[in-house]
Every structure is written in structure tokens, then in C-alpha cells.
């Protein structure tokens, strides 16, 4: 039975530290990835990324097939071990993004159409996965999580400071 890990919250400083590559793909990975797919789909999340859950390994879970099946030609759940975006469209789009690691706050990113990205898989094995739209944006949210990037610094200077004023704020009212 996969486990319920807790899911830091902004201004947690893990989260803005790279996490380190994957040398070996343990039992222990394994299992961080069942732990990791049970925790975001309990917290009706689309994409989760190592830093999000304490730990400080390149390894993200993605799940599209509920939010947007259409556009998850990829087979799903994925589950990315040290991926890396090796291609990315001049064509941008807008799109309003949330994070498990912000709750209530949804921000518009502009970010590539779409992007190709190289991955180990949980046996292993390098592979490729070709992102577009809701896909596309949901690999780069959780690349950029283990490079120590939150959407938020994807916004102007100004920006994020009036989103995270009222992030504070929302959270301050629910606490």
C-alpha cells in the first residue's frame, strides 16, 4: 500500500534547491515513485516533482488522464527519472498553471507549446516523451521544480510579488 507523503508548502527553502541526478534506480526509488503517484492523485495534482515531497532526487510523476486525455498520447502515469527537456517549440503559450506547492494560487506562465523530453524510465531504460499543450506545460512545471524554479519566478519581478503577497495572505485567513 503506497504511502501519503507531505507535500512542503511555499516559502519551504527545499524548494528552491536542484535536486541530484539518479545513479541507481533502487527498490527505494521505486517505491518513492508509488509513494509519489498515491500522494499527488490524493491531492488532485497532474504533476509532482521529488523537491515537492522533501526529497532532493531527480524524479517526477505525471498523470493527464483525467485532466486532459486528449493530449496524453503519452502512456500515463509517467513516471520521469532525471528528465531533461532536449527540445522545445519557438511557438509559446499562456496558460494558468497551479502548484500542490501553492495552494490557491494559479498564476499565467507562457511557456513553449511544446517540448521533447529524455527520461529513465523505472526499469532503466532511456526514453523520450514528446509533450504538447497540457503535457508540455506540466513538463516543464516539474523539470523546473527540480532545477529549485517555481512558476511563480516565471512571472515579472512585480508580479510575483503581488502573487505572493496574496498567497500569503490566503494562507494566513485559512490558518
Not at 494559479?106 to 511557456?111: A, G, I, L, P, Q
Not at 527520461?119 to 521544480?145: A, F, M, R
Amino acid at each position: 500500500m503506497p504511502k501519503l507523503l507531505k507535500v512542503l508548502t511555499y516559502p519551504n527553502p527545499v524548494l528552491s534547491l536542484a535536486a541530484k541526478p539518479i545513479t541507481k534506480i533502487t527498490e527505494e526509488i521505486k517505491t518513492l515513485a508509488e509513494d509519489m503517484l498515491y500522494t499527488m492523485e490524493q491531492s488532485n495534482g497532474i504533476g509532482l516533482a521529488a523537491n515537492q515531497v522533501g526529497v532532493l532526487e531527480q524524479i517526477v510523476v505525471i498523470n493527464l488522464e483525467d485532466a486532459e486525455p486528449e493530449s496524453a498520447k503519452a502512456k500515463m502515469p509517467l513516471v520521469l527519472i532525471n528528465p531533461k527537456i532536449i527540445a522545445a517549440s519557438q511557438e509559446l503559450m499562456e496558460y494558468e498553471e497551479g502548484c500542490l506547492s501553492f495552494p490557491e494560487l494559479r498564476v499565467t506562465v507562457k511557456r513553449p507549446r511544446k517540448v521533447t523530453v529524455s527520461y529513465l524510465d523505472l526499469n532503466g531504460e532511456q526514453q523520450t516523451v514528446e509533450g504538447e499543450n497540457l503535457l508540455s506545460i506540466c513538463l516543464q512545471h516539474e523539470i523546473d521544480h527540480l532545477n529549485g524554479i517555481l512558476f511563480v519566478n516565471k512571472v515579472s519581478n512585480l508580479k510575483r510579488d503581488v502573487l505572493l503577497r496574496k498567497y500569503k495572505k490566503l494562507q494566513t485567513i485559512k490558518n
